[in-house]
């Protein structure tokens, strides 16, 4: 059984056709489409509006819309031969125009002809729908100048014509219902795809936000979209988490490399999960080093402990872990202290930290034993009455000499 659809899909299909041009993007494709369909049903009905005047006695009046649809049909076909859109627009659009005019004078003034001059108001909202809106004003001011000139030529027309009343009244209907119904859907359509393209904005916007969110600290990402364009801030009680796995060049070059950066993203995640649990800023990764801060963008009182907790949580899961079939083991290093941060970039952003506390954090990795949270002394004063410390001496580090160190046990039984 032949299906509804299945009959008309030829004809939409070169209806599609009529003035296609391969380079065309999707909206200028759909209004080319729309407008040409459009067309041929107006030129359907001009051909049943012509033989109804005709049927009534009204030759002149038949005329018109027969003529409309004579001439609209060669327009409809030298836009499907030359695919002069612009053109085949234009000539549309003063046909819609003057059709209903010509025949409001053709039956004798407003009420005689049914008021058939509301059909023009049908070329400014297409111009609205299928040109630039900007063109639209000058088709609405040439729809009220044939107004106000079917008024001004009411009193020199002939009073009424072979319609019987019953027509006339009919025709009304037809008018107003008619004009009204394309009037309406014109305009849904128009509100129906604005807030589709309402939705689809607020989802791509979502995306970009999420995406921006992912690089930047919510609070520097609103301050960046703000149109601020350097944002630098000085802080004075920040900790610095560095996080490097141990051996990682020798193990990266016996694996895979989709395995190695399975393994990576599987622990880096679990990092960023833990980063968030504690309200700690991650900052970046660089190979197989992990960067995070606590304290920034919003300065916190316990911003040392925070990320001392979460140091614990870090070794404690590489612990526990096989990741790929392989047993890894960490150094961390945490130091606390005063830092610049801020945004570098134009088309890649980036939210780093700058400063000797940073440099030292570092160091306090780089310097420290494989499983061990190595702390400097800035850190330890602020975490040693909720953490168990064992003192280990100094270490060397180039450009600042011996700095005291200390690595981290456990939180004390008070604190847990």
């Known amino acids: 059984m032949v299906t509804v659809p299945s009959l008309f899909r030829p004809f939409l299909l070169a209806i599609a056709r009529i003035g296609a041009d391969p380079d065309d ?57 030359t695919g002069r859109y612009e053109l085949f627009r234009t000539s549309q659009f003063l046909l819609i125009l003057l059709l209903p005019f010509l025949l409001q004078l053709a039956l004798g003034g407003f009420v005689s002809s049914s008021a058939v001059i509301l059909w023009a108001l049908l070329c400014p909202l297409g111009a609205l729908l299928f040109d630039e809106p900007r063109r639209a004003p000058r088709w609405f001011a040439a729809f009220a100048a044939v107004v106000v000139a079917s008024g001004l030529l009411e009193p020199y027309l002939a009073t009424g014509n072979k319609l019987p009343q019953w027509a006339v009244v009919m025709l009304f209907v037809l008018n107003i219902v008619t004009v009204s119904a394309i009037t309406f859907t014109l305009l849904y359509s128009f509100a129906a795809q604005k807030e589709a393209s309402l939705e689809l904005l607020r989802s791509e916007q979502e995306k970009s936000e999420n995406l921006l969110l992912n690089i930047l600290p919510r609070d520097i990402a609103a301050v960046l979209k703000s149109g601020r364009r350097t944002i630098a801030d000085h802080y004075e009680d920040v900790s610095i988490l560095f996080a490097d796995v141990v051996n990682f060049t020798p193990l990266s070059e016996r694996m895979r490399a989709e395995d190695l950066v399975e393994m990576l993203n599987e622990v880096f995640s679990h990092f960023d999960e833990l980063a968030e649990k504690y309200g700690i ?34 070794r404690e899961y590489i612990a526990s872990h096989e990741f790929v079939g392989q047993r890894l083991k960490l150094r961390i290093g945490i130091n606390s202290g005063p830092i610049v941060a801020g945004v570098i970039g134009r088309r890649k952003f980036i939210y780093d930290l700058w400063g000797d506390a940073v440099n030292v954090a570092s160091r306090m990795e780089s310097s420290g034993s494989e499983g061990a949270i190595q702390v400097t002394r800035g850190t330890y004063e602020r975490i040693k ?32």
């Open 25 to 81: 993007s999707e909206d200028v494709r759909l209004h080319k489409s729309l407008l040409a369909g459009g067309s041929l049903m107006f030129i359907f009905a001009g051909v049943l509006w012509g033989l109804l005047y005709i049927g009534f006695g009204e030759p002149l009046a038949g005329a018109i819309p027969l003529g409309y649809a004579g001439i609209s049909l060669i327009s409809v076909a030298l836009f499907g031969a």
């Open 281 to 314: 800023e991650k900052i970046k990764t660089i190979g197989d080093c992990y960067m995070a801060a606590s304290g920034v963008p919003l300065p916190r009182p316990d911003s040392a402990r925070l990320l001392v907790r979460m140091a614990l949580d870090i």
């Open 385 to 416: 009455d909720q953490f168990v410390c064992e003192a280990r001496g100094t270490v060397n580090l180039k450009g600042k000499g011996p700095i005291e160190i200390w690595h981290v046990v456990g939180e004390t039984a008070a604190a847990g």
